[in-house]
């Protein structure tokens, strides 16, 4: 895929934790991950988060802390703001998510000179 497609990917998972953030989303995990719905496939290749950790299913991202307070503390199946924790915790995913957004349009403008 495209730099410039995987940009858009990631894109909109921004915009997924944007709604979550605002209280109007929740976390559906693998089922409404952005990115995982092309690359999860049980083997996580190629997914731009996993290219940035260098770590596959999300390891060493926002999402575990995310996951294990969601799973702990709360114990829903749909994952949302529940208390301002979750807020913190969704706002450090969307951050990191715009980060990678951030560094994939740094390494196209690299790629562009080339
Ligand atoms: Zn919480």
Same mark, same amino acid.
Request: charged share 30%.
């Given at each position: 895929?495209?730099?410039?497609?995987? +940009?858009?990917? *990631?894109?909109?998972? &921004?915009?997924?934790?944007?709604?979550?953030?605002? !209280? #109007?989303?929740?976390?559906? $995990?693998?089922?409404?991950?952005?990115?995982?719905? +092309?690359?999860? *496939?049980?083997?996580? &290749?190629?997914?731009?988060?996993?290219?940035?950790? !260098? #770590?596959?299913?999300?390891? $060493?991202?926002?999402?575990?802390?995310?996951?294990?307070?969601?799973?702990?503390?709360?114990?829903?199946?749909?994952?949302?703001?529940?208390?301002?924790?979750?807020?913190?915790?969704?706002?450090?995913?969307?951050?990191?998510?715009?980060?990678?957004?951030?560094?994939?349009?740094?390494?196209?403008?690299?790629?562009?000179?080339?």
């Amino acid at each position: 895929m495209k730099i410039i497609n995987k +940009i858009r990917v *990631m894109e909109s998972s &921004v915009r997924k934790w944007d709604k979550i953030i605002a !209280g #109007k989303g929740s976390d559906g $995990g693998v089922l409404d991950c952005p990115p995982c719905r +092309i690359y999860y *496939m049980l083997i996580c &290749v190629g997914c731009p988060i996993a290219e940035y950790t !260098g #770590k596959k299913f999300c390891k $060493g991202s926002p999402y575990v802390p995310w996951y294990w307070h969601q799973t702990e503390v709360h114990g829903h199946i749909r994952k949302k703001i529940y208390c301002p924790e979750c807020l913190k915790l969704a706002q450090d995913m969307r951050d990191f998510m715009a980060e990678i957004v951030e560094h994939m349009k740094e390494k196209e403008k690299k790629e562009q000179k080339v």
